[in-house]
């Protein structure tokens, strides 16, 4: 059973009031795009970068038709300072990039938290650092729940594991940035993104924006200004406390997240995305294989479901982060948990994605109390690799003999190869 939590209510569905429609293949790119124009979106600014092209494309094609403003701008920079001027102006506005472009929007994203302008931004994440690859990743998940440029501010992460959630989060994201005059990111990885899955096209429309702060011209009335600049330490630090109260805000009453089989549940994997899609098959082998073992996935990164997982810690003998980087989701656990049991890590990086095998794996290292590392001795079988846990070769100091075994397998000419 699958339970879904807010920081209001045990149970309920988060998307209800919707008329059913036909159901379809989308692909995710264009399903969050179709929501968020469905939603009433007036602007869309952005660069092309892989693996969220197609969104931009298909708001290049929709947008004009329905008499609204797209507009590819020549950077990442310029897309995000065209989206605050825009946002400023009362315009319900979206965004999007992947990770490179994504850091490069954090300058402007710390001005519009100071400005308290909403946008919705979608990242759809990539390998990294640097350039990386253009596979899946969840690398970003600290400087997305961290609020993404400098200062003292946090906003709003929403983190769908499927294409028909991400259609749903994509309104909600609206609607917390209208609410609470923040920027909302949703933060979604490369499979997400590219993977087409059937969905039903319900769609929910939000009226438009209506505010009495927006800078919507002063004809008829006195004129209003929008700044993120206090030079005075007395007002910077008056308004730094009310973007706090705010924050608290949003912590109290907008915590998001979903459980799975946990009622009887021994042990704990937390994951979210496309990790808590791999992580939900692991569960059901090792379910079968007569391990004990839920789910808790968070759909709001922040604010993460801290107390919920403190209180499920409390009757676990252990807990297993999965996700698609070296270990960042594994630090809020950490600190939700606070000791009341072990925490491990199984991580893949580079765009590599977890089977449901290596976490089964994990999970059974952990029942018989050797925690997640992989077994020393079987680091040298380079045909394993893709059951390996990578992280766990690292800490347990077998990595480099890992690597040598890998490299000297395949500088091995193959049979009828000369080694060219």
């Known amino acids: 059973m699958v339970v879904l939590g807010t920081a209001l209510a045990g149970t309920q569905d988060p998307h209800p009031g919707s008329a059913a429609c036909s159901r379809v293949l989308m692909k995710g790119n264009e399903a969050m795009a179709e929501a968020a124009i469905q939603a009433g979106c007036d602007a869309y600014f952005g660069y092309p970068i892989t693996p969220q092209a197609e969104l931009l494309e298909w708001m290049a094609r929709r947008m004009p038709e329905m008499g609204r403003v797209f507009l590819q701008a020549e950077s990442e920079l310029a897309a995000i300072n065209m989206a605050l001027g825009a946002a400023a102006a009362g315009a319900r506005v979206l965004v999007s990039s992947s990770s490179p472009g994504f850091s490069l929007m954090a300058e402007a994203m710390s001005y519009m938290a100071g400005s308290e302008l909403p946008m919705l ?10 350039l990386g690859s253009i596979g899946p990743a969840q690398a970003d998940y600290l400087q997305a729940t961290r609020g993404h440029g ?13 294409i028909a959630e991400a259609i749903g989060l994509v309104v909600d994201g609206f609607e917390l940035a209208e609410r609470y005059r923040t920027p909302v990111i949703l933060l979604a990885d490369g499979i997400l993104g590219q993977a087409m899955e059937p969905v039903v ?12 702060w927006s800078l919507s011209g002063a004809d008829g009335r006195p004129p209003r200004v929008v700044r993120s600049l206090h030079l005075l330490p007395e007002a910077l630090e008056a308004h730094n406390q009310h973007l706090q109260a705010k924050f608290r805000q949003i912590a109290e009453h907008e915590v998001r997240w979903a459980v799975e089989h946990v009622d009887d549940a021994e042990l704990l994997i937390v994951a979210y995305g496309t990790a808590a899609r791999v992580a939900r098959t692991a569960i059901e082998r090792a379910r079968a294989a007569g391990l004990r073992v839920g789910l808790l996935r968070p759909i709001t990164l922040w604010p993460f479901p801290a107390d919920v997982l403190a209180r499920l810690a409390e009757r676990m003998r252990g807990i297993l982060v999965v996700e698609l980087s070296a270990g960042q989701l594994v630090e809020d656990v950490r600190l939700a948990v606070e000791g009341r049991a072990p925490v491990f890590l199984h991580g893949r990086t580079g765009g590599m994605v977890p089977g449901p095998g290596e976490v089964l794996a994990a999970l059974q290292r952990i029942e018989a109390g050797a925690g997640a590392a992989a077994d020393p001795g079987s680091a040298a079988d380079p045909g394993a690799a893709d059951e390996r846990d990578p992280i766990g070769l690292i800490e347990s100091a077998e990595w480099e003999r890992f690597l040598a075994a890998a490299h000297a397998a395949h500088a091995a000419p193959a049979s009828g190869d000369d080694g060219r």
């Open 150 to 162: 400098h200062g003292d501010y946090r906003v709003p992460v929403l983190a769908p594991a499927s």
């Open 121 to 130: 931004l979608v990242n759809v994440m990539r390998g990294g650092p640097g």
């Open 201 to 212: 096209r319900e769609f929910r429309s939000l009226p438009p924006r209506s505010d009495d």
